[in-house]
């Protein structure tokens, strides 16, 4: 649990994404792997369209299917009429969140999770000890284990955002689902979203990952309310990893002061057992030897 | 000056078995700080990182530490289980023999339990004189090594069950989780445990102790007799030394 300075959650980058516009195509998906050149992972079939079926060390974006049912109806002579339930596909395109105060940066013990000033954060593969405590403490299950052992996400397109670029991801979007911006901007953005009716997820998250999330993801609250508890979790926080936070906050000062206390009263004691045997000393005439001392039961 | 009459409290295989526990829990302690809170700790990492970074294609200033940090990871994974072997034998070789003297004087009747832990705690802090009666019955351990004993036990527990667990199981992220957060609480709790058996040996009423342990285990008999009446009163009886006084 490294202590860092994370760009405020006010300031950086965002991207907000309109799920509503997302077709499924996976374009995202594609740019991602090539401009990152991560080999393509083994898929498998499976009964939904997800594949692979959630991040992985080389798949740093996946666009998930979620399978919700809604009723069809019709409006006859002013009745509504359920004609039947309808399946509708959902895809949410899923990455790494970039965490206002990212907890698997907080987490990392050789601080190998940088934080961009534009607020990517970034697992530097060569300073990755393979220890998992990011993926320990990502509430989004984001960084995955790669096949050399070291954890590996996505980057927020760190080199491309630094040079002027929008990441791989928004700039291949054929229906401008992504919208990359400042998080000023894309903050205002959603907040008419919200406005307007639709459900917004990332704006207001647990302090636990800094109260906001980079990849602000808005949908018709209709679907929203099928979809976003199955891919975002109720509260945006490991209570494992929380408590250990609090636990160290509390106990690295606290066994300070105790090792402190420990000293004092442990110089206090030989103190006073020299003044005593002084003054025993003083009294019998004669130096005392070295087991003159109080009593005290075995250790 | 007559030779004074000596007698062994602390066998050769209780001292050789504290040593390597010293070696191992120093070891484990300090590769363990280093992945707690490397922003206080990352010094112990960084001498071994700094020679090991080129090696590997690091840079030195940034990669001294994460060599480090690697090293103490694979001494950490290494030592533990060692040390969870050296002290599960230990245990069952001191269940099977009948030395484990910690828990003596919990046989005590409660209310006296706590008179006797508090006349060590007034006598260790505050320096005043042990009551008559209390320093009368001290067994080999005092009452207040009875619970630190406990202490430690569960501390142990914690640190090494969640330690192996991590290190042996195929944990789901979530058990891995809650295995972290254990090994966490045993580690404070065996720094508890620590500070205060290191303020009770060094304390100058036990001192004596200290000094049998890393010598020949031997201590003055006149000494014991009055640290550890009762214990002494025992051996007596079973024939093991001459009768106290004598």
């Not at chain 1, 903050?187 to 990952?209: F, H, P, Q, T, W």
């Amino acid at each position: 649990m490294v202590k860092m300075e994370f760009p405020s959650k006010d300031s950086g980058i965002a991207v907000l994404v309109n799920i509503d516009s997302c077709i499924g195509c996976r374009a995202c998906q594609v740019a991602c792997q090539t401009w990152n050149g991560r080999a393509p992972p083994q898929t498998s079939f499976s009964p939904t369209f997800t594949n692979p079926q959630g991040l992985m060390a080389n798949a740093w974006k996946v666009v998930m299917f979620h399978e919700i049912t809604r009723e069809k109806v019709i409006s006859f002579e002013g009745a509504a009429i359920r004609i039947t339930d309808a399946v509708e596909m959902v895809p949410i395109p899923y990455n790494c969140l970039h965490c206002a105060a990212a907890p698997c940066a907080r987490a990392c013990p050789v601080g190998a999770i940088k934080v961009s000033p534009e607020g990517a954060v970034v697992i530097e593969a060569s300073e990755c000890i393979g220890c998992g405590y990011c993926a320990d403490a990502c509430p989004y299950d984001v960084p995955k284990r790669g096949s050399d052992g070291k954890y590996y996400k996505c980057t927020f397109c760190v080199d491309r955002i630094q040079n002027g670029k929008a990441p791989a991801c928004v700039e291949v979007c054929p229906a401008n689902v992504f919208t990359f911006t400042s998080m000023e901007n894309a903050v205002k953005m959603a907040r008419e979203m919200e406005a307007s009716g639709k459900k917004v997820y990332g704006l207001d998250v647990d302090s636990y990952v800094g109260g906001r999330v980079r990849w602000i993801f808005a949908l018709s609250s209709d679907k929203a309310s099928k979809v976003f508890p199955k891919q975002f979790p109720e509260k945006a926080v490991v209570q494992t990893e929380s408590l250990r936070e609090a636990l160290k906050s509390i106990s690295i000062p606290g066994l300070g002061i105790i090792s402190a206390a420990v000293f004092a009263l442990g110089v206090v004691a030989w103190r006073m057992d020299r003044i005593r045997r002084i003054r025993g000393s003083k009294k019998s005439g004669k130096g005392s030897g070295g087991n003159g001392k109080g009593g005290g039961g075995g250790r | 000056m007559g030779e004074e009459k000596e007698i062994e409290i602390l066998s050769m295989g209780t001292r050789i078995a504290h040593t390597l526990q010293l070696i191992f829990f120093t070891l484990l302690v300090l590769t363990g700080l280093v992945f707690l809170s490397i922003e206080l700790f990352a010094w112990v990492v960084y001498p071994i990182g700094v020679p090991l970074a080129p090696m590997v294609g690091l840079s030195q200033e940034t990669g001294a530490v994460t060599i480090g940090v690697e090293v103490a990871r694979a001494i950490h994974r290494f030592t533990g289980p060692l040390w969870g072997a050296l002290l599960i034998v230990y245990g069952i070789y001191l269940v099977v023999t009948r030395k484990i003297l910690a828990f003596e004087p919990l046989k005590k009747p409660i209310k006296q339990q706590i008179r006797e832990a508090i006349a060590l705690l007034n006598h260790y802090v505050l320096g005043k004189p042990l009551p008559k009666d209390v320093e009368e019955n001290l067994e080999r351990h005092n009452v207040l090594v009875s619970y630190l004993t406990i202490v430690l036990i569960v501390a142990f527990i914690l640190v090494g069950g969640s330690g192996a667990a991590m290190i042996y199981l195929n944990l789901t992220p979530d058990q891995h989780r809650i295995m972290l957060l254990l090994h966490d609480i045993g580690f404070y709790l065996s720094i508890l445990f620590t500070l205060a058996h290191i303020f009770a040996v060094a304390h100058p009423a036990n001192i004596t102790i200290l000094k049998a342990m890393f010598t020949n285990g031997r201590v003055a008999l006149k000494w014991a007799e009055k640290h550890m009446p009762r214990y002494i009163r025992s051996r007596a009886v079973r024939g093991e030394i001459e009768t106290p006084g004598e």
